[in-house]
Antibody, heavy 121, light 110 residues
Framework: EVQLVQSGAEVKKPGESLRISCKGS????????IGWVRQMPGKGLEWMGV????????RYSPSFQGQVTISVDRSISTAYLQWSSLKASDTAMYYC??????????????WGRGTLVTVSS | QSVLTQPPSASGTPGQRVTISCSGS????????VNWYQQLPGTAPKLLIY???QRPSGVPDRFSGSKSGTSASLAISGLQSEDEADYYC???????????FGGGTKLTVL
């Protein structure tokens, strides 16, 4: 089955570090971009960044540049999103999604179920 | 403030046809294809329409998309109770060099 499986919910304190994961299966993981999308409580979708697992090339939204790090372990078909110092405002649901690309089209065709991150003292 | 503008809410009765609009600019909708995502309550977004008007396998033909200039719209005909969800338009933004989303439209089936 083609799927993205995300790690479980996390509860952290401000200032702590965190890494959440997204494991792809059922397809060639290194052949498709993987994006990360934030959804704050009761809010809409925000693109954070995208990585091409084949060569680890990564681009970030200006809104998230320097705030998070996207990485990959190709050996286990897993992408990661990490924070070095969490803030309460990082409380949100985080989705990974596979991006399909072609001439003049890009869209997320496969989504993980999301990882809920709660940051509270 | 989202780059793409959608009405925050829409509603209709079962069997009706509803449309949801999405407005952008020349750097996004005006020069790229538009996609729509459906997010049922408590679930992850799901691709509903891609490349302006294409439906992924399994999406009923009650859902259709269109684009004209710097605007796009999603139409849902024969509205059903299970269509109650949040709907997001999205496209690529050449200035951002990344995807942008609309703020989402909450569809209520009365």
């Amino acid at each position: 089955e083609v799927q993205l499986v995300q790690s479980g919910a996390e509860v952290k304190k401000p200032g702590e570090s965190l890494r959440i994961s997204c494991k792809g299966s059922g397809y060639s993981f290194t052949s498709y971009w993987i994006g990360w999308v934030r959804q704050m409580p009761g809010k809409g979708l925000e693109w954070m960044g995208v990585m091409y697992p084949g060569d680890s090339y990564t681009r970030y939204s200006p809104s998230f540049q320097g705030q998070v790090t996207i990485s990959v372990d190709r050996s286990i078909s897993t992408a990661y999103l990490q924070w070095s110092s969490l803030k309460a405002s990082d409380t949100a649901m985080y989705y990974c999604a596979r991006q399909r690309d072609g001439y003049n089209y890009r869209y997320f065709d496969l989504w993980g179920r999301g990882t809920l991150v709660t940051v509270s003292s | 403030q989202s780059v793409l503008t959608q009405p925050p809410s829409a509603s209709g009765t079962p069997g009706q046809r509803v449309t949801i609009s999405c407005s952008g600019s020349s750097s996004n909708i005006g020069s790229n294809t538009v996609n729509w995502y459906q997010q049922l309550p408590g679930t992850a977004p799901k691709l509903l329409i891609y490349t302006n008007n294409q439906r992924p396998s399994g999406v009923p033909d009650r859902f259709s998309g269109s684009k004209s200039g710097t605007s796009a719209s999603l139409a849902i005909s024969g509205l059903q109770s299970e269509d109650e969800a949040d709907y997001y338009c999205a496209t690529w933004d050449d200035s951002l060099n990344g995807p942008v989303f609309g703020g989402g439209t909450k569809l209520t089936v009365l």
